[in-house]
């Protein structure tokens, strides 16, 4: 049996490995056909984005493991299929149960690759090419961290608490410095919002100044702010949480209860990483009923192609029940697990009625 299952193992790391080239290949070149549009803006040249593009595959492969672990898998079994040798198996009296187990190990490989994808490579990589991006195009140099969004502006640096959903800004300070790079004021405003080209309005400002000999502190109800800032760059700089590490969402997520703060979006792609190698495993235990099931209904073909649409629900019902989640406030626990919790089930429940036969 250990010869056996090196040999699944074999097989379905081979045909995955081979699905994975061609599909971060073809996302590649998609990346490319979309960056190309924006050439030219700013200071985004060719080299910003090959470098962007080639700095965003690590999360292309984290994001196409289920898929493709699925897409593999049906690949491989159809194989054994087509050769007779997963009758041979069977007939020698291998159990479905025991070939499970063998694309389980595999399956659990797969899993803890995904989660170091998604937990130390994409990431870090994925914010880096956001970085190069913004910057060639805006001109300015912005990050994100634990205390907000920072960013430079000429001699300003500019922290903002949180971009709210319409793009007005909550918990805005800006630190002014003159060209000696000397402090001069520190302002403080709990609400900005945008009004026209360059311009700002922030209201409940508190205002420090810093003279040569004293200090003075003022109280202003509304005063306007010029800014290179403006909605559109504000898209441009932000970092989705779907592309933040689980670490990253869970202190995130911290930080705005410790605040008081709505975190259910953060929740819900934080619980969303958290079960996404879990769906690596869930579907590739998809694909071995399936595809012993498919074996007088087409080819090797037709079975690719059914894997790639049963990828392409399992991809679509995970962004269903997270934005049903936000749209109607579901734990977040809970839209995140239910569509690998029905993926799993689907799957169980095929093996048995196939072991019933």
């Known amino acids: 049996m250990r010869t056996l299952s090196r040999y699944i193992a074999r097989e ?3 045909a995955t490995a081979l ?5 971060v290949l073809l996302f590649a ?10 050439l030219g803006r700013g200071a985004y040249q060719l080299r910003h984005i090959l470098v962007h593009v080639l700095l965003s595959v690590p999360d292309r ?3 196409l493991f289920p898929i493709a672990a699925l897409i593999g898998t049906i ?9 007779s040798e997963y009758t041979v198996m069977r007939a020698s009296g291998v159990s479905l149960t025991r070939i499970a187990a063998a694309i389980v190990r595999v399956g659990l490989a797969f899993s803890v690759l995904t989660f170091v994808f998604g937990e130390f490579i994409a990431p870090p990589a994925e914010q880096l090419a956001h970085r190069i991006r913004s910057q060639a195009i805006t001109g300015l140099v912005a990050q994100e961290f634990r205390s907000g969004l920072w960013i430079k502006d000429g001699t300003s640096f500019i922290n903002v ?8 800004l909550r918990g805005l300070r800006i630190y002014d410095f003159d060209q000696g790079y000397r402090l001069r004021s520190i302002r403080f405003a709990e609400r900005g919002s945008f009004q026209r080209a360059r311009t700002w309005v922030l209201r409940e400002v508190v205002q420090t100044s810093f003279d040569d000999r004293r200090t003075s502190v003022r109280r202003i109800a509304e005063a306007d702010w010029q800014s290179v800032l403006d909605p559109a760059l504000l898209n441009v700089l932000q970092v989705k949480p779907e592309k933040m590490s689980a670490w990253r969402l869970y202190s995130y997520t911290q930080h705005l209860k410790e605040n008081r703060q709505k975190a259910l979006r953060y929740e819900n792609a934080f619980w969303t990483k958290v079960m996404y190698p879990v769906a690596v495993l869930a579907m590739m235990m998809l694909a071995l009923p399936f595809a012993y099931f498919q074996r007088r209904q087409g080819g090797v073909g037709a079975k690719i192609f059914a894997g790639i649409m049963l990828g392409l629900a399992f991809h679509f019902l995970n962004k269903l029940f997270s934005h049903l989640g936000l749209l109607y406030d579901w734990p977040a626990v809970f839209s995140a697990v239910l569509p690998t919790l029905i993926v799993l089930s689907v799957a169980l429940g095929m093996m048995w009625w196939q072991e019933r036969r």
């Open 19 to 23: 699905v994975f080239t061609a599909l």
């Open 29 to 38: 070149f998609f990346d490319l056909v979309e960056e190309i549009k924006d």
């Open 61 to 63: 492969v984290y994001g």
């Open 161 to 168: 608490a949180e971009v709210l959903p319409d793009l007005s």
């Open 12 to 14: 379905i790391i081979a």
């Open 75 to 83: 690949f491989a079994l159809a194989n054994l299929v087509a050769n």
